[in-house]
């Protein structure tokens, strides 16, 4: 289970780090290199240079993020950092990191949501290179994403990403499927939320109760907890019953 009722982090935590291993909090490990020393292990990552240059303000305040830091654990004990800009004129407009196995290694990167400011958000991936796959900018300024979770959900031995895209507005479940090389959109399906505006957390998340992963959001009005499966590059939805926090708890605990 991997859940993103996530809090958005405070100014203090995300000018430090997000250090540990795997679990809600979105910590984790992956394999990196650097020049000469072989690095095993990420071991954390946390957002830097706050900036108020976007001023969409979705996650109840105006803050925004210029840089994303990685830290590495060499083989020998040592640690390096690598420091990976936004750039001009985008933001990282994030409740904070996740670490997701994005290529199927075994091993995780750093998933994190990149604001172009004229052109809305998208989902990176990043590793010690730097950004190794990226979904298509939402394509409007003030337009933003929500991830679900990662997972092989269509059960075909490649992994794909999910997030709800404009979940204020259009209310889609995307499914982005890593090719070897990038990020190629698999199937989506509308009706679907998991973020309101001015909540400073994600809610929902990927659960596997036994018979394979499946995406829990909320439906377009906030009114049933939703359960979607993947099949055959098609994406399904049931109702799980009133949604409410409590409710989608335990839905994601696999206890409803």
Same mark, same amino acid.
Request: hydrophobic share 45%; with cysteine.
């Given at each position: 289970m991997v859940s993103q009722r996530l809090p958005r982090l405070t100014s203090r935590l995300l000018q430090g780090l997000v250090w540990g291993?795997?679990?809600?909090?979105?910590?984790?490990?992956?394999?990196?290199a650097l020049a000469e020393?072989?690095?095993?292990?990420?071991?954390?990552?946390?957002?830097?240079?706050e900036t108020d240059a976007y001023q969409h303000c979705i996650l109840g305040d105006c803050i925004e993020w210029s840089a994303l830091e990685i830290i590495g654990r060499a083989t020998d004990g040592a640690l390096t950092s690598w420091v990976f800009e936004a750039g001009v004129g985008f933001v990282f407009e994030d409740t904070g990191v996740r670490f997701w196995d994005v290529t199927g290694d075994g091993q995780f990167e750093v998933v994190v949501i990149l604001t172009s400011?004229?052109?809305?958000?998208?989902?990176?991936?990043?590793?010690?290179?730097?950004?190794?796959?990226?979904? @298509? /900018?939402?394509?409007? =300024?003030? *337009?933003?994403?929500?991830?679900?979770g990662v997972a092989d959900f269509d059960g075909d031995g490649r992994i794909e990403v999910?997030?709800?895209?404009? @979940? /204020?507005?259009?209310? =889609?479940? *995307?499914?982005?499927?890593?090719?070897?090389?990038?990020l190629v959109l698999d199937a989506e399906l509308g009706g679907l939320t998991n973020h309101r505006i001015g909540e400073n957390f994600i809610s929902?998340?990927?659960?596997?109760c036994g018979v394979g992963p499946e995406m829990v959001t909320a439906?377009?009005?906030w009114s049933d907890l939703m359960?979607?499966?993947?099949?055959?590059?098609?994406?399904?939805?049931?109702?799980?019953?009133?949604?409410?926090?409590?409710?989608?708890?335990v839905a994601l605990d696999c206890a409803l």
């Open positions: 291993v795997l679990g809600v909090a979105c910590l984790g490990l992956a394999g990196t020393v072989v690095t095993d292990e990420i071991v954390g990552a946390g957002f830097r240079g400011l004229t052109l809305g958000a998208s989902l990176a991936v990043y590793n010690a290179d730097g950004r190794i796959a990226q979904t @298509p /900018h939402i394509g409007q =300024t003030r *337009r933003w994403l929500a991830p679900v999910a997030f709800v895209d404009r @979940p /204020h507005l259009a209310k =889609t479940l *995307r499914v982005f499927e890593w090719n070897g090389a990038g929902g998340g990927v659960r596997d439906d377009s009005d359960v979607t499966r993947m099949d055959s590059g098609t994406l399904a939805a049931r109702s799980l019953g009133v949604f409410t926090p409590e409710r989608l708890a």
